[in-house]
Every structure is written in C-alpha cells, then in structure tokens.
Nanobody
C-alpha cells in the first residue's frame, strides 16, 4: 500500500527551526520524486522543495537558503529541515510523490500522484 505520512509540525517562534519527516511506505525513493508543498489559510497551495529519484534537490526561491530537503533511503523517509522560520511560513505542509518521470522535479510543479495528510507549522511569538 502506497502511503505518505508527515510528522514534525508544531509551534515555533520566529527565527526558530523545525524538521518535518515524511515516511513514504510502499515507495522506492530511488524511483520516486518527492515534494513538499504548503498551503496557508486563504492562499493557494505552493511548492516548497523537491527531490528527484536520483537525489537531486531544488527549493523554491521563497525558502532558498533556509529550507533543505533530504532523504534517508534506508528509512524510506524524506525530510524538510526548516531554519530561520518566518511568520509567513505558517501553513499546513504536505508531502507528495510522483513515480512517473522521477528523474525530474521542480518546486513549482502543481500536481503529484500521491499526497499525505499534512502537518501544521505555526511560526509565532
């Protein structure tokens, strides 16, 4: 069964850090592009970062230099390390997967084949 389960969200003050995890059950990460998306209240969903099946990573301009996507193949888990968090980073963060054309991804892609349930990140003092 293919399943994505996120964890690690929470409340953090501005300037703080969080690490989100996405356990990708049933997926072969070397053959799957994994994305992190986010959606804030009243706003459209936006891509944050992605990692290709080959391990290449890309981040959206809004988070470049602050967020890092990585993976642990042995744990079948993809991470999003978030640093220097800002109030505008507040959103529900979703993990998503695409098995087709896994050698390619863009943080500006809009669609994926599989989605997790999301985890809330709130940046506030």
């Amino acid at each position: 069964q293919l399943q994505l389960v996120e964890s690690g969200g929470g409340l953090v003050p501005p300037g703080g850090s969080l690490r989100l995890s996405c356990v990708a059950s049933g997926f072969t990460l070397g053959q799957t592009a994994i994305y992190w998306f986010r959606q804030a209240p009243g706003k459209e969903r936006e891509g944050v970062a992605c990692i290709t099946g080959g391990g290449g990573t890309l981040q959206a301009d809004s988070v470049k230099g602050r967020f890092t996507i990585s993976r642990d193949n042995a744990k079948n888990t993809v991470y999003l390390q978030m640093t220097f968090l800002k109030p505008e980073d507040t959103a529900v963060y979703y993990c998503a997967a695409r098995a087709r054309n896994s050698h390619y991804c863009s943080p500006y892609d809009k669609e994926a084949d599989y989605w997790g349930q999301g985890t809330q990140v709130t940046v506030s003092s």
